[in-house]
């Protein structure tokens, strides 16, 4: 039987589908955050009904688009602190049922800065198909996530210093970044004309600007008592329906070392230099987590000089070479 499940889990790679699905799952909460960001802008210059109707609005358009999305509209209130809280927004991915419960953001605006705190939690659970209702294990994943932004009008930017933390189960995950986003909107001297400047532009340049934001520092880092069994349970959850019966501690370990036996072969065959590469950093930290009882793995990214952020800007491609520009740390403890 342990030989047919093995069997199963090397024959049937998800074809990009589990991959897919991880990053989906590990970034929910840094796309609540990109969401809360770009709210912002629509918030601080409008009062709190009108606010709800824009919220709402664009809410139900996308109900309207998609069979698998559904929300409880948002109720806001407040002028110098603005509050917003919706009991559920829930959607559908494949067999996922993914809801975000208890939703609540804040904005505090001052004349060139922002503060907003974004706090709910999140279930992600297998679903079922006809009825679209949840069933069997769930995954819950509470968060609270603070957003410092800056206006820097000599240089065009808005800066950002954002920190997460959450939890699911035993397993707790920190987020802290440190970015800029650049448009000319924010060479203005106040926060106000800024944001009404950014209003007037449509989606797609909104989505731009966050797309295209610089990071100076970030870090992640994540830990429980046990992190391999933890993640374990996890991966069992996320992925019941691909393998209904289950997946050992061993299948997962002779999954990885195929992998990584690959990932070696090809190293050597293009002779790459593993000096500051992430993938042979990580690898030694996984390595630690199952071999050596190591129960938390952490990521920081920043730049070596700090000072290239406007040269990156004016760069005609965004693919820069990271570790040029970068020092990357992989670390377990």
């Known amino acids: 039987m342990e030989n047919t499940q093995e069997n199963q889990i090397k024959e049937e790679k998800p074809k990009g589908k589990l991959s897919k699905k991880?990053?989906?799952?590990?970034?929910l909460i840094t796309l609540l955050v990109v969401v809360i960001i770009v709210a912002v802008y629509f918030v601080v210059t409008s009062p709190s009904k009108i606010l709800e109707e824009q919220i709402n609005s664009s809410l139900n358009e996308m109900q309207a688009e998609k069979d698998?999305?559904?929300?409880?509209?948002?109720?806001?209130?407040?002028?110098?602190?603005?509050?917003?809280?919706?009991?559920?927004?829930?959607?559908?991915?494949?067999?996922?049922?993914?809801?975000?419960?208890?939703?609540?953001?804040?904005?505090?605006?001052?004349?060139?800065?922002?503060y907003g705190v974004a706090s709910g939690i999140i279930e992600i659970s297998q679903s079922n198909e006809e009825t679209e209702t949840a069933n069997g294990d769930i995954i819950t994943i509470n968060f609270n996530c603070k957003d410092n932004?800056?206006?820097?009008?000599?240089?065009?930017?808005?800066?950002?210093?954002?920190?997460?933390?959450?939890?699911?189960?035993?397993?707790?995950l920190e987020q802290k970044s440190i970015l800029y986003m650049r448009d000319e909107v924010f060479s203005e001297t106040n926060m106000i004309s800024a944001l009404k400047g950014l209003m007037k532009k449509d989606k797609e340049e909104i989505s731009d600007i966050v797309k295209y934001a610089i990071s100076e520092d970030s870090y992640s880092s994540i830990q429980s008592p046990a992190l391999f069994d933890d993640m374990l349970h996890m991966i069992q959850v996320l992925f019941k329906d691909q393998y209904p019966n289950g997946v050992s501690k061993e299948e997962v370990i002779d999954f990885y070392e195929k992998l990584k036996k690959d990932y070696i072969s090809f190293k050597n065959l293009l002779q790459l230099n593993s000096e500051n590469n992430f993938i042979d950093k990580t690898i030694i930290a996984v390595d630690d987590v199952i071999y050596n009882n190591k129960n938390l793995i952490s990521m920081r990214m920043y730049?070596?000089?700090?000072?290239?952020?406007?040269?990156?800007?004016?760069?005609?491609?965004?693919?820069?070479?990271?570790?040029?520009?970068?020092?990357?740390?992989?670390?377990?403890?």
Request: net charge negative; with cysteine.
């Open 303 to 333: 730049l070596k000089d700090s000072s290239v952020i406007d040269d990156l800007f004016n760069q005609d491609s965004y693919n820069f070479n990271l570790p040029e520009y970068y020092e990357i740390e992989v670390e377990s403890k």
């Open 149 to 172: 932004a800056m206006l820097l009008s000599e240089r065009s930017m808005l800066a950002h210093n954002i920190i997460c933390n959450s939890n699911a189960d035993n397993i707790q």
């Open 22 to 27: 991880i990053i989906i799952i590990c970034t």
């Open 68 to 114: 698998d999305f559904t929300y409880t509209p948002f109720t806001c209130s407040g002028f110098k602190e603005i509050m917003c809280n919706s009991p559920l927004v829930q959607l559908y991915d494949n067999d996922k049922q993914v809801a975000f419960k208890n939703l609540s953001f804040t904005l505090t605006p001052s004349t060139n800065e922002i």
